[in-house]
């Protein structure tokens, strides 16, 4: 789910399934809601459920993403320095701006 459904601004649409939670619902469920789900899904395991599913299926990209674009960066920032960074902030400099 994007960050802009997730967060209550985009449209759930019917292909949405119980596997994603929007803020909304994790929101209901906090404060004793039932965040959407049945008392039948719920008695099956609810969010942990949820939880474990979605890290099963997406922690390795997670963990990869976590360590990988901050190197990145870092390295990036090192190797765009001299051509591209220092120049565009000369250039942005009297104008306050700065990279």
Known sequence: MNLKTFAGFGSVSQYD?????????????????????STEYRAEGGLPVIVKKNLRDNGGMMIAQLIGIPIAFKYGRKLLGKSLIRPANKLLKPAGVRL
Do not use: D, K, Q
């Not at 399934?17 to 789900?37: D, K």
């Open 17 to 37: 399934n119980s596997w994603e939670m929007t803020a909304t619902e994790l929101f209901s469920l906090i404060f004793g809601g039932t965040g959407g789900m």
